[in-house]
T-cell receptor
């Protein structure tokens, strides 16, 4: 069993829809949770960073962490074609990327 | 400010050949990392360097060596390439600001080993 599980998709939704992306994990030591966006043939870029449980909002993006269920989510409101990308979750038991564990990524397409 | 740069962008090797992947960052970051990305596997850490002069193994170091040449540059060497090393390789550097750590990734090197 992988430490971090992420549905690879692909996920295809119409423009303007609310998108929900999720990851589950097994290691209860994880405290730092991230979402990266990766456009085709580009490097990942950090989208959201959350420490411990709770919600964090940034514009159209909301990250949620539920440590009791070992479940994290990324919501995208009013989705745009420019949001089409692969979204990777990542998590860490402490600061320092030496133990950073990535999900395999979910490929998302927003259709105009 | 170019961020993280990688060369080459694409390379084809024959089994047994060697090559060095180059990475440089101009953000004055201490920590640098090499990852490989394979379909269905996510990103896996090969080696990292917490600071100039130090390097450590990550999750999948076998078949690779690294050199932290100075604060800016971190290279990855394949001494004898194998088809299993066909992958996309990403270099990254990290900035820490309070609780948040931000990794900045380069554009990647696509490697095909025949």
């Amino acid at each position: 069993q992988k430490e971090v599980e992420q549905d690879p998709g692909p996920l295809s939704v119409p423009e303007g829809a609310i998108v929900s992306l999720n990851c589950t994990y097994s290691n209860s030591a994880f405290q730092y949770f991230m979402w990266y966006r990766q456009y085709s043939r580009k490097g990942p870029e950090l989208l959201m960073y959350t420490y411990s449980s709770g919600n964090k909002e940034d514009g159209r993006f909301t990250a949620q962490v539920d440590k009791s269920s070992k479940y994290i989510s990324l919501f995208i409101r009013d989705s745009q074609p420019s949001d089409s990308a692969t979204y990777l979750c990542a998590m860490n038991p402490f600061q320092g990327a030496q133990k950073l564990v990535f999900g395999q990524g979910t490929r998302l397409t927003i259709n105009p | 400010n170019a961020g993280v740069t990688q060369t080459p962008k694409f390379q084809v090797l024959k089994t047994g050949q060697s090559m060095t992947l180059q990475c440089a960052q101009d953000m004055n970051h201490n920590s640098m990392y090499w990852y490989r990305q394979d379909p269905g596997m996510g990103l896996r850490l090969i080696y990292y360097s917490a600071s100039e002069g130090t390097t450590d193994k990550g999750e999948v170091p076998n078949g690779y060596n690294v050199s932290r040449l100075n604060k800016r540059e971190f290279s990855l060497r394949l001494e004898s390439a194998a088809p299993s090393q066909t992958s996309v390789y990403f270099c990254a550097s990290t900035r820490t600001s309070g609780v948040q750590e931000t990794q900045y990734f380069g554009p990647g090197t696509r490697l095909l080993v025949l």
